[in-house]
Nanobody, 125 residues
Framework: QLQLVESGGGAVQSGGSLRLSCEAS????????WGWFRQAPGKEREGVAS???????VYADSVKGRFTISKDNAKNTLILRMNSLKPEDTAMYYC???????????????????WGQGTQVTVSS
């Protein structure tokens, strides 16, 4: 069974930076799409960024130019570097994996079957 463990969340001031990590436990599951999602209180879960097995990346418009998604293959870990953070970035951030074969990773939560427990990011003004 694939398990995902996020870390790196915290509280920062507006304009600050954070680095989130997501470590996957099982190498036996082919991970075609890795994704970062977030959910603020009272709001729906939204996609932030995705990383395809072959390296293609997708970003939500709201984070383009500020967030960078990458993967450390040696550590089977997904990373999200977040710069120029804004109060509206405040949310619980989740890592997810879609193990279905495909060539494109959409930021649609329903397409991802494995989820971590989340890590809280709080940005104060």
């Amino acid at each position: 069974q694939l398990q995902l463990v996020e870390s790196g969340g915290g509280a920062v001031q507006s304009g600050g930076s954070l680095r989130l990590s997501c470590e996957a436990s099982a190498y036996s599951v082919v991970k075609y799409c890795w994704g970062w999602f977030r959910q603020a209180p009272g709001k729906e879960r939204e996609g932030v960024a995705s990383f395809h097995l072959h390296g293609h990346k997708v970003y939500a418009d709201s984070v383009k130019g500020r967030f960078t998604i990458s993967k450390d293959n040696a550590k089977n870990t997904l990373i999200l570097r977040m710069n120029s953070l804004k109060p509206e970035d405040t949310a619980m951030y989740y890592c997810a994996i879609d193990s279905r074969a495909g060539s494109y990773c959409r930021l649609m939560a329903y397409e991802y079957s494995y989820w971590g427990q989340g890590t809280q990011v709080t940005v104060s003004s």
